[in-house]
Nanobody, 124 residues
């Protein structure tokens, strides 16, 4: 089992930055590929970014490329999402996820563990 706890969400104005964190505990974190997903009110959960177990490979949804950066610190069992130049359309509940594999993928059904989410609200 892997337990995930997100933090760092909040209310910001358009153009601001936030850094989300996801603290992991339980089974060995460093062997899990990780990802961030988000879900806006009335919409389906969508992929944001993913990172392989060693942090060598990263993937991003097109609308966040160049603005968001996913990273991990395996020594601290923590996943991060640096979000810059935030837009109102980034408003959503953000979830971190882990899978019992080293390769990162973009589909939510391939992730085995989920956090409870942290809310990000971007005002115009």
């Amino acid at each position: 089992q892997v337990q995930l706890v997100e933090s760092g969400g909040g209310l910001v104005q358009a153009g601001a930055s936030l850094r989300l964190s996801c603290a992991a505990s339980g089974r060995t974190f460093s062997w899990n590929a990780m990802a961030w997903f988000r879900q806006a009110p009335g919409k389906e959960r969508e992929f944001v970014a993913a990172i392989s177990w060693a942090g060598v490979s990263t993937y991003y949804e097109d609308s966040v490329k160049g603005r968001f950066t996913i990273s991990r610190d395996n020594a601290k069992n923590t996943l991060y999402l640096q979000m810059n130049s935030l837009k109102p359309e980034d408003t959503a509940e953000y979830y971190c996820a882990a899978r019992t594999a080293r390769v990162a993928v973009t589909t939510p059904e391939d992730y085995d563990y989920w956090g409870q989410g942290t809310r990000v609200t971007v005002s115009s």
